[in-house]
């Protein structure tokens, strides 16, 4: 049974009054405590929302950004959409004035040195050309250099399929098998044909690690076909890919960049038969490359002379390159010293301004 609290008294409003300021006193005190944690806390809290405005604030800005990019995309999209219907219309034109030009030419003989066309000659039984203009390629057996004439064993029409091609950039002839490889770059691959002009394999596509963007250039090194590419809206694609014989994919030379085995936009390709070494033209980094046949890197030049290299050739101990900002062909030693420079000054007249050159086993060079 609870006990009615009697005040003493004599002491009992004394001792009363103590202990109601003892109790108020520990209230203060434990008042103040929660205030101060709470103070705290709110301190901790707005530093949390400050944080979380920075992070917002970020977040619209990169949307912001995202949003741009997404509309210069579709800007871009729209051009391209508008190149390719225009493409498709040139096409067009260019196929209704070969099949003119065909007519003409009929039963006419064809010089040597027709305008832009590319010349590619491994020996002196076989010529191999590239006509850009029309986008076809025409395989020579034999050259007449007396009356400028040759016989035309083989055309191949554009378009996609085993023995058609689309705007193709180099070829060159493997003497041990007599196929000849052409770099059919618009078809995103390499085909081969026989020596009698004939579909054999192709191989790279735009897919899996072997695949090709767009084959520029390649050589013939070591039983090993290389082979450069760049495309200048695929930063990955900017390097030298290597196959075998029968285009199986063996490894991948370089990347994207400006320093050693880095390239910007690799095009022409040449090889040392004794040391096995090979030259690469570095294109938009202004200088030539050159890597072991174990695809090392050895050496480079050129940095302070050349502009934008197309193409490189190796004869007789010098090294000849076609340059593409000043048309000129610069020709080194063996010990990378420019020896000469042939500046373009017109047809007729020492270089004529091209994508591509050969030189022949009797010394002409071929632009």
């Avoid at 003493?8 to 202990?19: A, K, P, Q, V």
């Avoid at 083989?154 to 000849?180: A, F, K, M, R, Y």
Wanted: glycine letters at 6%; hydrophobic letters at 35%; aromatic letters at 8%.
């Amino acid at each position: 049974m609870a006990t009615a609290y009697i005040p003493d008294t004599e002491h009992g409003d004394d001792n009363f009054i103590l202990e109601l300021n003892r109790v108020k006193e520990k209230v203060r005190t434990r008042f103040i405590e929660l205030r101060e944690c709470l103070s705290e806390r709110e301190s901790e809290l707005m530093r949390e929302l400050d944080e979380i405005l920075s992070s917002y604030e970020c977040y619209r800005r990169e949307v912001e950004k995202m949003n741009e990019e997404k509309r210069d995309i579709e800007d871009v999209r729209n051009a391209i959409m508008g190149v390719v219907t225009t493409s498709a219309v040139v096409r067009s034109c260019q196929e209704k004035m070969l099949q003119e030009l065909n007519e003409q030419l009929e039963g006419l003989e064809i010089p040597v040195k027709p305008k832009l066309v590319m010349f590619v000659c491994e020996d002196s039984k076989w010529l191999v050309e590239v006509n850009k203009l029309c986008k076809l390629v025409e395989v020579v057996s034999e050259i007449d250099y007396k009356s400028k004439t040759h016989s035309v064993m083989s055309v191949c029409d554009v378009g996609s399929g085993n023995e058609q091609l689309n705007s193709p950039t180099d070829v060159t002839v493997d003497h041990n098998t007599g196929n000849i490889y052409v770099a059919d770059t618009l078809n995103h691959c390499v085909k081969v044909f026989n020596d009698s002009c004939k579909f054999v394999f192709k191989f790279g596509d735009l897919k899996g690690e072997g695949s090709m963007t767009y084959p520029k250039c390649f050589v013939i090194c070591r039983n090993r076909v290389l082979v450069s590419q760049g495309d200048v809206f695929i930063e990955a694609s900017h390097c030298i890919k290597v196959y075998q014989l029968d285009g199986k994919f063996v490894c991948q030379i370089g990347k994207h960049g400006g320093g050693e085995l880095q390239f910007n936009y690799p095009c022409g390709l040449a090889t040392n038969e004794s040391t096995g070494d090979i030259y690469i033209c570095d294109t938009r980094n202004d200088r030539i490359q050159i890597i072991s046949e174990h695809f090392l890197y050895k050496s480079q030049f050129g940095k302070d002379i050349l502009h934008s290299p197309l193409d490189v050739k190796l004869y007789r101990n010098n090294i000849f390159i076609l340059d593409q900002s000043n048309p000129c062909l610069h020709i080194y030693n063996k010990n990378l010293v420019l020896q000469k420079s042939v500046v373009s000054r017109g047809e007729g007249q020492q270089v004529v301004s091209s994508y591509s050159f050969f030189i022949d086993r009797f010394g002409n060079i071929l632009t």
